[in-house]
């Protein structure tokens, strides 16, 4: 497993950018498992010699299957300034999901309504507005097929609980190893073949624009994927 210092992608004395790994978790949950939070304050505590509890704030959050972008901060104030930055429009942010099958369209946009059942922990996108339902929007568009699976690009509009995953699987779309939203075969690492690729977003502090951008995990599948899309 590569080390979490290799897994750096920006750090200054505000922020901490990690490439997640499928199956860690960003915060705690009711499982009690080490989470990436708990790996990133031991690392800080241990590279700036910083005595008793490190602070570390969760601007936003990755599904446990899901890997790519993670931005935690360093300071209350970078966390409050980065919490309403996700709150408005001025995060932008691009995912990979390697699929079975392909949209309607080689580009377009989704637009749902979607339910979450929170016992279930699952979300189900209706074409109409129903009871409960919150909208969602993304658009996309095709990078490349391979004779089983193909690379689609997802920009989202809105940020809804499972909302790409769920949007996919309302037109006939299952992400390789999601076996939650319909695919028939679970991934050998137990995630799902989702990932954040790129976020972009006004430093909070700094206030100039950032761009950070993940590669996905490594593997035959994604390494293929990867090289097409680069050359």
């Given amino acids: 497993m590569t080390s979490l210092e290799d897994r750096i992608l920006y750090e200054d004395n505000h922020l901490i950018v990690v490439n997640k790994l499928c199956g860690e978790l960003t915060q705690g949950d009711s499982t009690g498992d080490v989470t990436l939070a708990d790996d990133i304050k031991a690392y800080l505590k241990e590279r700036y010699g910083k005595p008793g509890n490190v602070y570390l704030g969760i601007p936003h959050r990755l599904d446990r299957p899901t890997s790519g972008v993670m931005v935690y901060t360093k300071t209350e104030k970078a ?15 691009t995912y990979w999901a390697i699929t079975d099958a392909l949209p309607p369209q080689q580009e377009g946009r989704l637009v749902h309504y979607l339910v979450r059942d929170s016992v279930a922990n699952k979300s189900t996108a209706f074409r109409k507005e129903v009871k409960g339902s919150k ?14 699976y193909h690379l689609i690009e997802v920009h989202l509009i809105t940020g ?3 909302q790409i995953r769920a949007q996919l699987k309302a037109v006939g779309v299952h992400i390789k190893g999601d076996l939650k939203y319909g695919s ?7 995630g799902i073949s989702l990932h ?6 006004t430093h909070p502090v700094r206030k100039q624009r950032l761009t950070i951008t993940a590669d996905p995990p490594h593997d035959q599948l994604w390494d293929y ?7």
């Fill in 135 to 148: 909208r969602a929007e993304l658009e996309y568009r095709v990078l490349a097929s391979s004779e089983r």
């Fill in 160 to 162: 809804r609980h499972h």
């Fill in 225 to 231: 994927f990867l090289s097409v899309v680069e050359e």
């Fill in 184 to 190: 028939p075969r679970s991934n050998p690492d137990g």
């Fill in 196 to 201: 954040a690729r790129r976020i972009s977003f």
């Fill in 79 to 93: 966390l409050i300034r980065l919490n309403e930055s996700f709150r408005g429009d001025d995060v932008d942010k």
